[in-house]
């Protein structure tokens, strides 16, 4: 048996091999541990992988009647990010503020001038639940796809005679194709190594938990040839012990239609892996076995575990977090793997944000002195007001004189508030833009929370940007959150 970590060397862990806490979670009260496969246990190589969806897809558009010039626009797997919203009418891609205010818009490649973005989306009606959000990877390279012809369609006008909705209808439609009829799987499952990343600490991090005494599963939308194939190159040969990948699963559930699987009440089929024919189930889920369809109410009836004794952990807010989390009280501990890249450049740029805190502050101060010369202006005008009714000439002039050197001072002041603000702004932009050129943080916009933070610390119990960061934590480690603490605790 290896030894478990314990939490003596938490403190001195780097900010991406962290778990983050939104919600208090005691580990050792938590008995079965559910994985989601893609981008959770399986990372992919996200530009091999996404770059292969992107042609593949495009091949389709072509087919169809596009324009075969559509053939050179190029991948970027950095263009977008996570978070992000489509409003497919009109053609733009947004970014959003917790308040869901649109901070950024672009279409295609161009970004719409402040004022335009203004009409447009920041007025009483906009309601960011109408548009699509960019949860998933295999969203981003969908979106950017989107992005590219929208940006094809104002360099050329008239080529393309859709709307942009329809020109998203089209593409949904041949993404599902490219799924269906195997372009993308055979690529992949061909040269798995190409498109996908192996994390050497995933066996031991599956390990330490089952040593502890947890149940694993596995719970995936992918069907049982896939699943098989990629879960046998990422574990097939990792470790002495366990020479099959199912070992490390005490259930494994394939095809599960998240996130249906959390609200449905779909049966259980069984699949017989050898002949590949697929059964209802009668009777206990068996271990070991394979079973597609399913839902999670039936699946806690069958092995007698409670829904809050469950922690699942997956990459997508909606379909693995938000319904596990609503529908059947699992916890949750997502995985937002930019989020690891993302860390490393913030910890590079400490000194960035504590230069724009301090300019905040210097500002809070000026903002606070300009306000009493204003109270003092207004005091001082009353008192002139009164001497001049009394007929007290000279006691007037000379506060008229003293009013006049305060407002001059508050002039210079009001100065220097533009200016502090106008290099707030500067600085924020400018450390966001070294995260990413369009976009900035993930988490933020400016230096607010972004729709996408909210939604993670809404829903998420924990988060982290790998599964194998696990690693580093006891199995029985009680996950405190901050939440819990009071202003005055820190
Ligand atoms: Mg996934």
Not at 98 to 108: D, L
Not at 216 to 222: C, G, K, M, Q, V
Not at 337 to 351: C, H, I, M, S, Y
């Amino acid at each position: 048996m290896a030894n478990l970590p314990g939490s003596r060397n938490i403190s001195r862990l780097k900010k991406w091999q962290r778990l983050f806490v939104n919600r208090s979670l005691n580990m050792g009260n938590i008995k079965a541990i559910g994985f989601d496969m893609d981008h959770t246990l399986v990372v992919y190589n996200r530009e091999a992988f996404e770059a292969l969806a992107f042609r593949e897809t495009l091949k389709k558009f072509i087919a169809s009647g596009y324009p075969e010039e559509l053939a050179t626009l190029a991948f970027d797997p950095n263009l977008l990010i996570r978070g992000l919203l489509v409003d497919m009418d009109r053609g733009n891609v947004l970014k959003v503020d917790g308040h869901k205010y649109v901070k950024v818009a672009y279409h295609g490649h161009t970004r719409l001038a402040k004022d335009v973005r203004r009409s447009v989306y920041n007025i009483e009606s906009f309601k960011a639940g109408s548009l699509l959000s960019v949860d998933t990877f295999f969203s981003l390279s969908e979106v950017q796809l989107f992005t590219e012809i929208v940006d094809y369609m104002a360099r050329n006008p008239n080529k393309i005679q859709k709307s942009y909705r329809e020109v998203y209808d089209d593409l949904r439609r041949f993404i599902d194709q490219s799924h269906a009829d195997g372009s993308i799987k055979t690529h992949v499952l061909a040269h798995p190594e190409k498109f996908v990343r192996k994390d050497k600490y995933l066996a031991l991090t599956l390990k330490q938990q089952i040593e502890a005494g947890k149940s694993l599963f596995l719970l995936t939308n992918s069907s049982w040839e896939y699943t098989n194939a990629l879960m046998t190159y990422i574990l097939g040969d990792e470790s002495d012990e366990f020479t099959d990948w199912r070992q490390y699963f005490e259930y494994i559930l394939v095809s599960a239609g998240k996130p249906g699987f959390f609200t449905g009440s779909q049966p259980f089929y069984e699949i017989q892996t050898k002949t590949g024919t697929v059964k209802p189930l009668a009777g206990p889920l068996a271990e070991r076995s394979v079973y597609q369809g399913g839902n999670a109410k039936l699946f806690q009836q069958l092995t007698g575990i409670r829904g809050d004794e469950i922690l699942f952990v997956g990459d997508h807010i909606y379909g693995d977090i938000i319904r596990s989390k609503h529908s059947v009280n699992w916890r949750t501990l997502l995985v937002i793997e930019e989020l690891g890249t993302e860390l490393v450049k913030l910890e590079a740029l400490k000194r960035a944000l504590s230069d724009i805190r301090s300019k905040m502050e210097e500002r809070e101060i000026a903002d606070e002195d300009l306000q009493v010369l204003h109270s003092k202006l207004r005091w001082q005008e009353r008192l002139m007001a009164q001497s001049q009714a009394n007929g007290e000439v000279k006691k007037a002039q000379y506060i008229g004189k003293e009013r006049e050197k305060l407002a001059t001072k508050a002039g210079r002041l009001a100065t220097r508030l533009e200016k502090l603000d106008f290099e707030i702004k500067t600085m924020t932009e400018a450390r966001a833009a070294r995260v990413h050129p369009v976009w900035g943080e993930l988490m933020k916009v400016g230096l607010e929370r972004s729709r996408f933070a909210d939604q993670v610390a809404d829903y998420a119990c924990l988060y982290t940007s790998a599964v194998s960061n696990l690693r580093f934590y006891s199995p029985f480690k009680r996950f405190s959150s901050v939440h819990d603490m009071l202003a005055h605790d820190f």
